[in-house]
Every structure is written in C-alpha cells, then in structure tokens.
C-alpha cells in the first residue's frame, strides 16, 4: 500500500515527471537549426530550448500529479471518480486534491514558503542599500535580486488571498459544497507552485535585470534567466485567470438558498470583485508575454523600434494589466477588513452597499488609469489630464472602503484582538498609501517622485501595508477555523506591534529618501543619505525579524504544542464558525438557508431570526 | 464640558484643532522644503503643487487618524466583554456629506493639477510633440541615453557633442531626450525634469533654470547592469561662462564632430537588432 | 505546560530537522549571492601600476562556460584570467597595456571614438600616438565614466590573417598593442565596461557578455 502510494500520481511523482519533461524540453529546443537562430551559437543563450524545457517540465509536472488522469479515463470510456483523494488522510496535501479546504492550506502553506523566499530577498537587497556603493560582491545579482524579490511578491500575492483564504471560506460563506470547478481549483495552486521554482531557476541562467516590470528592450537583451521570468508571469497568469473564473462561477451559480446578492458577506464582495480584475486582465498579461517569447526566440520585433515595433507596446500592455494587478493585491485586503472589523466591534457592517459600490468601483476605474504609470514616457501628452482625473477618481471608491471601516468601528464595543489590530493597522497604512499615491497621479508632482523611492514606498505602503497585514488578520482569524489549533495571541500581538512599528520605520523614511532623489532599483545614492538608508535597512531587518516571531509562533502552535480551537472563537456570528473546526469534509450535510442579515450582530439584533440554518457534515476526517 | 459632549462633537472638535495645527506646519514648514527645489519655473511650479496637494490631504488625514484613534479608545472594551455594539446600519447624511467632500477634493486637484501641467509642462517629458510649449527663444539640448553614460548635443552650436551637462541660466531650455537603445530615464533632480529616454523617440521637456548650480543627473528606468551608475552633475552657469564652456567643448571635441551624424531628434544607428 | 510528550515531542523533533534542513538552504543561496571574484590587485611597481590586459572575441571554453562570449582577459602572475574587479591604489597613475584580438564591432555614438580623461590625450596604437579612431572601426572601449575615462580601441581588419580563435590568445595571432595610462581619483567604488555593441547576438549588442561582470564590464576599488 505504502509503495502504491509512492508511485501512484502525486507530488513525488510529478516532480519526477517534471524532470524528465524538462530535460527532453531542452534536448528537443536544440533540435531547430538555421540561420534565423543562427545567434544562439554566438550567445550560448538557446532561449527556445529553455522555453520547451520550461513547458514540457510543466507538463510533466502536471501529467505526475495526476491531472490527465480525469480526462484520459473519460476518452477510454472508463466512469473516473469525481472526488479525487478527498478523504485520503495526510497525504492528500501532498498531491491533486479537490477538495477546497484541502487546496486553501496548500496554498497557505506553498505561498507562505515563495513569500518567505521574496522577503529573503528584500533583506538581501536592503543589506545591499547599508552603503552607497555596490558591496554585493557578485556585482550582477543585485538586479536579479530586486526582480526576484518583487516579481516573486507580485505573482505570489496576487493568489495570496484569494487562494487560501477564498477557496477555503468562500464556498462555506454561500453554503456551497465545493467550487464550482474543483479541479480546476487543484490546477491553480499547483501552476503556481511550478511558476515559483521556475522563477527561482532564473539564478542558474543569468538572472534578470528587468525588475517585475519586464520593460523592454531590455527584456529582449538579457540572459535566459529572462524566460523563467516570462514562464513564471505566464502560469501566475494563467492561474490568475483560471482562479478568477472559478471564483466567480463559483459565487454566482451555487449560492444556497436565501444567500441573494445584497447578503453575500463583505469578504465574497472583496473576492468577487477581484476575481473580475483577475479574470480580466491576466489574459493582458498573457498575450504582452506571448509577445516577448516571440521577440526572444523567433526574432520578431513586436518592441523593437527598428523593426517596426515600440517599447511602448510593451509598456501600455503591461500596465494594462499591471494597473489592475495592484488593485488585485489590494481589494481582497478590504474585504477582510470590511469582514472583521464588525466580529471585533460587535455591529453590522456600516453602509454595505456604499462598500460594495466602492468595490465594485474600484474594480472598474483601475481599467482607466495605467497611464499614470507612463506620465513621464512621452507617449500621449494630450491625454495625462485624462489619466490624472482618473487615478485622482479612485480616492472615491476608495474612501468608500475608509468610511465604511470607520463608521463599522463607530459606537461599537472594540476588543483589540490580534485580527483587529492588522485590521485597524490597515487603516493607518493604507491612509498614508493612499495619500503618497495623490502626489503620483499628480503629473507636476509625479515628474520627481516616478521612478523614485517614493512611489516604491507608496506602493508598499499599499500592498504590503494594506494586504500583508490582511493577509495576517485573515491567518489569525481564520487558521484556527481551518486547522483546528489556536494561534497563541501573546506572541500574535507581539509579531502585530514588532511588524507595524518596524514596517513604519522602514517604508515612512522611505518616502522622504524618494522625495530627496533617490531612484529606485539602484546600488548607488547620494552620500549624504546613507544615513537614512542605514535606518531603514536596519528597520527592514527588524521587519524580518519580526516574520521570524510569527512564523515560530505560527509553527509551535499549530505543529508542535497544538492547542485544539474552540468552535467559534471569536464569537462571530459568520458561517463558518457555526460549523465545527476543522470544517468537515463536505461542509454541509444539508445544503444550509440564510436569512436576511449576513452581519446580525448589534444590541437587539439577536433576536431576529436571521442567522443560517446550518446541517454540519458529519464526517470530520 | 468634554464629559457632556457626544462622541461626534469630540472627535469634530478633535479633528478641527488637529487640522489647526497641522495646516501651518504644512505651509510654512514642510511645504517650502518640498522637492524638488525653486531652482528653475517648473521646479518652483512643483513646489507649489506638491504644498497644495499637502494642504488639500491635511483635513481628511487629521479625520481618519483622529477617528481612529478615538474610535480604538473610546470604543474598546476588554477581551472578555461579550456586550454587543450599536445596531447602526449606515447614516445616509454622512454619506453624502463624505462623497460630496471627496469628490469636491479631488476634482480640485485635478482641475489644478491640470492647470500646473499645461502652464509649464511642469519638467515632464512631452513627447515629440508638447502640449505645452513656452514662447520666446529656446536654446534645445539634446540628451541621448545610451547603456550606460548620457551625451548632451547642443544643435544650435554645431551640433557638438559633450560628456557633460551645462546650461545658462535664465534661459528657457528645450532638452530632447532619446535613447540609443534600451529605456532610460533622464532626470536632473534640483531642476525639477524628468523624461524618459526612448530610442526613436524625441521626448521634450521645458525648463527656464533661475539660479546657477549643479544639479544631479540620474537615470530613473532601470537599463539594465550599470542602471545604478548612470549619475553625473550637470551645470547651470552664467550666460559668459555658458559661452565659454561651449567654445572650449567645441574645440575639445573637434575630431568627433566631424564623426557624428548629422543632428537629428532620433537616431538608429547599427547594429539594430541582433548583433553580430 | 504539559504539551511536549509523546506525540508533541516528536512533531517538535521534526520541525528542527527541518527548521535546519532550511536554515542550511538560505544559508547557501545568501552565500551564492554574494559571493563574488576575489579582486585582482596589481603589484605597485614605484609611484604606479602596470595592467597587462587582452581583448577577445571569444572567451573559449577554458575560461568560461560561455565559450563565445567576447571578453576583457588580465595577466595576472603571467596567466591569462578572466578577472573584471581589480583593487588599484588612489591617486596613482596605471599604465595599461592592452593586446586587442578582436575585429571591427563599431560604435553606436560616434562620439565615443575620441579618448578622453588619459594622461597626455594620447594613447598609442602599436607605439603610434592617436587621441581619436575611426568610430566604425572601433572593437571596444576601455571607460571609466566617473573619471571621465574613455580610451577607443582600434578592432583588427576583417581580412587579418592569423585571427585568435578561442582565448587566451598570443602575440603571433593578428592584434594591436594599445598603451595609455590614467590616473585613479579618489577612493571609492568605480565601474568600468566597453561601450561598443560588441556582444554578437543580442540586441543592441548589448546583452550578454556586456551585462554580466566578468567579460566586459567590471569594477575598481580604489583605495
């Protein structure tokens, strides 16, 4: 039985497959002959041999884990099992498995270790920053550390909450059984595990130095480690576009009964309305990459001005998408936020539908404004006015989501659990990130701060301050829901106030080092800031340091010293915590009904009859 | 009289006197010392802009922080309180009070900022062909990036090529920024311009230097692996001294001007593509 | 706490292996990260230094595991290596003596054909003073940006005989000797790399070789 397993499909075995595909890749890329890649002699750089490598190895990847198997039995006319290893005890994570609350830990914990790898490499970079000169002794690593570090965040986070926290709790908040696509659910975690080792293997051929944004011509001049760059972006995408349309599917067609549009919970909104954005603008991406493969291998110039092409093709695709790709990062943060704030203050959400416009709101402009990101560029003048009134109109939507956080605190009884605390600490964070980005969009400020560290702190302040510390309330709040150990909140408070006081100190100067000039993705700056920048650096490692707290308190709580998790800890009146913890297989044993108040929280609200009738599972291995 | 006030009517008041005290530390302090410098009109333009846009933030952010703060204090309660909050759905007037309030900043800023663009152009780069262009006489610069040094062409002087960067004063100064290759990004900090070095592409951006000093260059695109070492001072001096320097370069680089291209606002020079 | 018997004892057990399983793992790829080529350092030969340098068109398997990468060699104890970062002394003076083996790439500014920053303006081309070479016919540049360095250097004929396959390559192949001498400013953290499109295959001639440190760019510590 043990051997069985072994070698039946799972993730031993697709990395064996993976192998192989990738070692035939390379050998048949080497195949093609003739004098249009008559350079890659000259090179040594055979980026159509790494590209096969690259897919085949995925292929491989995917074949081992069993994904054919659905679909190779149905041609054989053979009845395949519909449920793969949903009851399969431990091993069940370490391979295809539709159930979604098995695919939501898989992805805590496969996101977790790539985030890990992205934050090793920030430290390296700020190690990097103490002096105003390169000491990095390898001098080509520092722009394929800063292309590692934020390519790696980028395409890690934008599945960051979507896929633990929505596939775990989101089918269970509209009292669905399982997505509507679990199989295609199981493929997106596991694209995006094969996107982040490709990634990685960047290092091996030359590393890339383009940052997250690939701008070319410099794409197309760089070493093959460029191609892990384009892999990598292409599966977060295509998983991106995958998990958006299963997200969706998901909400729209298997809601239970009584769970109508005006009741769906705070957080499905947050994920409903980046799942638009995924779905819509990871194809942008895809077709922008497509392009460049061509540029790198067949020689077209789709981005070659002297073969008729532009880097502003390049520049406008990418931005196309990139632009919604950071309100992808930041919507599913105000979703949880919109979904705690009112288990901890003990009221209703405040002005639902004002925060479902903002939402939805912001789901729409992002598609008006990536030309901000291009101000400078010299393409479409004319039309800046256009892009500053656009960007500048997302402060509405926006302040939406603040009111609405604010006026949900208003009056109510606030416990400053650790949930709250990331929470409330969003508010901060995300207030100055918003603020920072009104000196970007506007175009006489946007001429000194683009480009400069000011808008790489904005942006952090917004995506690090406003989704990572979601993403830490969620794991607070919700892990003990999906493992069944509680989280020790001593040390939750102190991971909470070591990462707020150090993630201020380090991207708060940050601001100011951009204001005073210094670019970002450089080795060199001015003498006289080393002083800030020694300050920051040194903040950035207590920001490390204070992951490190976390991820101990993380695993001895839940690995080594695990304290069982009460129902229904926080006293939330939400779904999921009126099922046991872990949630059962199956979630349900009758589909459940919902009433008319998703947030029944609030003096006199108990008395309503409002809340879900709900048949737990009875299975719980 | 605090103990007796609603909640609102506190954090109003709280607001209002935190507004107060903000608002001059915004003008009169931070606002003057904002980059990047009144060395040149759009740099003063950018000073301006950049106070405006400190003083329209400073109400909504003296609000949410203050709320916040309150609301943490006010509002909590310990751990173990398992009282329930007040049944507030919503207030419609705070609502519209804050849409109308929002939206009213915003299209302010925009409007303005619109202004500030189209007067000066504000330093940025306009691509070929500017929006905003001043009158008068411009003496045009041309700034070519390459991987990885800038080179300054003067076409009203020969079209001499330099390795560095000086302008005369009180002069309204065209600089036409192109690349030779991958994307650069020509930015002199102390006189407030920044535009992208695109090859094929001539992107202008206006400046009328007022006082002389140096000023840094630096790119601000990342060109790949000396990106970080792609800095240089460049100069604003008096109009003799302007003069002289351009003589004396032109003498200096006598032999390579007979090399060069005839001036051009973009080049393509071999190899192109794939070299070899 | 009674947490750590039995079962919790084991758990606990596991998570340090793998705790150390990982902290060896980060430790190699911060080690592989920044470790770096041991910077050559010229013995001081009286008030200056002496570079012994070579250029190539194709690095060759020996030295590289790009054999047809062009590249910067120096003599180093009479061998040929392939070593970019250099350690010089402040304020000195350093006679370099350059053997190009390579051909003609051309410039893409024309500008840069002319030497500038040199002790003299002049450097020489098999013993003949030049300050200036036909941009066309230029095989790399020796820069210094930050000392406002550039020296052209002049690529052998298309037609040579005895052209040098793979490096290190010799005086009987078909070469020029280039001498001039600069001198190092102040302390500090300076680059130096080629400005002519001379990695054969990329675009603009710039990728490759002419962005990796090693082959045509590099660094001087001079303290």
């Known amino acids: 039985m043990a051997v069985r397993k072994l070698i039946g499909f799972n993730l031993l075995t697709g990395v064996v497959l993976g192998v192989i595909g990738y070692i035939v890749g390379w050998q048949l890329g080497h195949i093609p002959t003739g004098e249009s890649i008559e350079y890659f002699g000259d090179t040594g750089q055979n980026d159509i041999a790494m590209f096969c490598a690259y897919m085949l190895g995925v292929i491989g990847f995917l074949v081992g884990l069993g994904f054919a198997n659905y679909p190779i039995q149905r041609m054989l006319g053979k009845p395949p099992s519909l449920r793969e290893k949903e009851t399969g005890g431990w091993t069940r994570y370490f391979g295809l498995c539709t159930d979604h609350k098995v695919v939501g830990i898989q992805y805590l914990v496969g996101i977790g270790v790539f985030i890990f790898i992205g934050g090793l490499n920030a430290m390296l970079i700020r190690y990097e920053l103490l002096t105003p000169n390169q000491h990095l002794a390898n001098g080509n690593n520092y722009l394929t550390l800063v292309g590692l570090h934020g390519t790696m965040m980028m395409g890690m986070m934008t599945s960051g909450i979507l896929g633990p926290v929505a596939n775990y709790f989101v089918p269970i908040m509209i009292g669905a059984r399982r997505m509507a696509f679990p199989r295609i659910e199981a493929l997106t975690f596991w694209l995006l595990m094969a996107a982040g080792v490709i990634l990685m293997t960047a290092l091996a051929f030359g590393g890339f130095p383009t940052g997250w944004t690939g701008y070319e011509p410099l794409a197309d001049q760089a070493n093959m480690g460029m191609d892990a760059y384009i892999c990598f972006f292409a599966l977060v995408g295509l998983s991106m576009c995958l998990l958006g349309l299963n997200m969706l599917a998901t909400v729209i067609t298997m809601r239970a009964p009584g769970m109508a549009w005006g009741r769906l919970p705070m957080f499905v909104w947050g994920v409903v309305s980046t799942a638009i954005l995924m779905l819509l603008a990871a194809p942008v991406l895809f077709s922008a990459l497509l392009m460049e493969t061509l540029d790198r291998t067949a020689q077209t110039g789709f981005f070659n001005v002297q073969a008729g092409g532009s880097p502003y093709l390049w520049e406008n695709l990418f931005w196309i998408f990139g632009h919604p790709e950071v309100y992808i990062l930041a919507l599913p943060g105000m979703g949880i936020l919109l979904e705690i704030l009112p288990v901890f203050s003990r009221k209703p959400v405040w002005g639902y539908r004002l925060a479902v416009t903002g939402m939805l709101g912001i789901s729409l402009l992002s598609w008006l404004v990536w030309q901000h990101h291009i101000f400078v560029s010299g393409i479409n003048a004319d039309l800046r006015p256009f892009y500053m009134l656009s960007t500048e109109l997302i402060s509405l939507p926006t302040g939406f989501i603040f009111i609405c956080a604010l006026g949900t605190l208003w009056a109510g009884r606030i416990r400053l659990t650790v949930p709250m605390l990331f929470c409330l600490a969003w508010i901060f964070n995300f207030l100055i990130g918003g603020l920072s980005g009104v000196f970007l969009s506007d175009v006489p400020s946007d001429v000194t701060t683009h480009g400069s560290f000011f808008s790489m702190a904005h942006f952090h302040y917004t995506i690090m301050g406003g989704l990572i510390f979601t993403f830490f309330a969620a794991i607070y709040y919700w892990v003990p829901k999906m493992t069944g150990y509680e989280i020790n909140e001593f040390w939750g408070k102190v991971h909470f106030w070591s990462m707020f006081i150090a993630f201020n100190s380090t991207f708060g100067p940050l601001l100011v080092i951009g204001f005073l000039g210094q670019p970002r993705r450089v080795v060199t700056y001015p003498g006289f800031l080393q002083g800030a920048n020694e300050w920051v650096s040194v903040s950035a490692f207590v920001l490390g340091a204070s992951m490190i707290v976390f991820l101990v308190n993380f695993v001895y709580s839940q690995v080594i010293a695990r304290v069982p998790a009460a129902a229904n800890p926080w006293g939330s009146k939400s779904i999921e915590f009126q099922l046991p913890s872990p949630v059962p297989v199956h979630n349900f044993d009758r589909i459940p009904t919902f009433g008319p108040d998703p947030y029944p929280y609030g003096e006199g609200a108990e008395a309503a009859p409002s809340g879900p009738v709900i048949a737990p599972a009875r299975h719980t291995k | ?276 | 706490m009674s947490l750590l018997v039995g079962a919790g004892r084991l758990r606990l057990a596991g998570v340090l292996v793998v705790a150390a399983a990982i902290a060896a793992l980060i430790a190699a790829y911060v080690v592989f990260l920044t470790h770096g080529p041991k910077p050559y350092r010229p013995a001081a030969t009286g008030p200056a230094v002496d570079l012994t340098l070579q250029t190539v068109a194709a690095v060759g398997p020996n030295l590289s595991p790009n054999e047809n990468w062009v590249s910067y060699l120096i003599q180093e104890n009479g061998k040929w290596t392939r070593s970019t970062v250099w350690t010089l002394p402040a304020n000195t003076l350093v006679h370099v003596t350059l053997y190009n083996y390579d051909g003609q790439s051309g410039l893409r500014n024309p500008f840069l054909a002319q030497a500038r920053g040199i002790v003299g303006g002049n450097f020489t081309v098999d013993g003949k003073p030049m300050s200036h070479i036909d941009p066309d016919a230029a095989s790399h540049t020796f820069a210094i940006p930050q000392f406002n360095v550039i020296v052209p250097i002049l690529g052998i004929a298309d037609d040579a005989k005895n052209q040098c396959g793979y490096a290190p390559c010799d005086p009987s192949m078909a070469h020029y000797k280039i001498q001039f001498t600069f001198r190092t400013g102040k302390k500090g953290h300076y680059r130096w790399q080629c400005f002519v499109p001379c990695a054969a295959g990329f675009v603009y001639g710039f990728g490759g070789p002419m962005q990796t440190i090693g082959y045509m760019d590099g660094f001087i510590n001079v303290v």
């Open chain 2, 1 to 276: 009289m605090w103990s007796s006030w609603s909640h609102g009517r506190r954090v109003a008041v709280l607001t209002i006197v935190v507004t107060i005290i903000l608002l001059p530390i915004m003008i009169f302090v931070l606002g003057p010392n904002m980059p990047p410098g009144k060395n040149t009109d759009v740099g003063k333009g950018q000073v301006f802009d950049n106070t405006v846009l400190l003083i329209v933030m400073t109400p909504f952010t003296a609000f949410i922080l203050t709320y916040l703060v309150y609301a943490a204090i006010a509002f909590r309660v310990p751990d173990s309180d398992s009282r329930e909050g007040a049944h507030i759905r919503g207030h419609m007037r705070s609502q519209i009070i804050w849409l109308v309030t929002t939206t009213a900043a915003v299209l302010f800023l925009a409007i303005f900022g619109t202004a500030e663009l189209l007067s000066t152009g504000a330093g940025g780069g306009q691509g070929p062909k500017p929006i905003t262009k001043p009158g008068g006489t411009v003496l045009p610069v041309q700034v070519i990036g390459q991987q990885w040094e800038f080179t300054f062409r003067y076409p009203t002087y020969g079209g001499v090529e330099t390795a560095q960067l000086e302008i005369p004063v009180g002069t309204q100064i065209a600089f036409h920024v192109t690349s030779l290759d991958a994307i650069h990004s020509f930015w002199a900090y102390q006189l407030g311009v920044k535009a992208d070095a695109n090859p094929g592409v001539d992107n202008v951006a206006y400046v009328k230097p007022k006082t002389t000093r140096s000023f840094d260059i630096r790119c601000a695109e990342l060109c790949g692996l000396w990106h970080g070492y792609m800095f240089d001072t460049g100069y604003v001096v008096t109009q003799s001294q302007f003069t002289t320097w351009i003589a004396q370069q032109q003498r200096l680089y006598a032999k390579s001007m007979k090399d060069l291209p005839p001036f051009a606002y973009t080049y393509a020079p071999d190899p192109t593509f794939r070299a070899g």
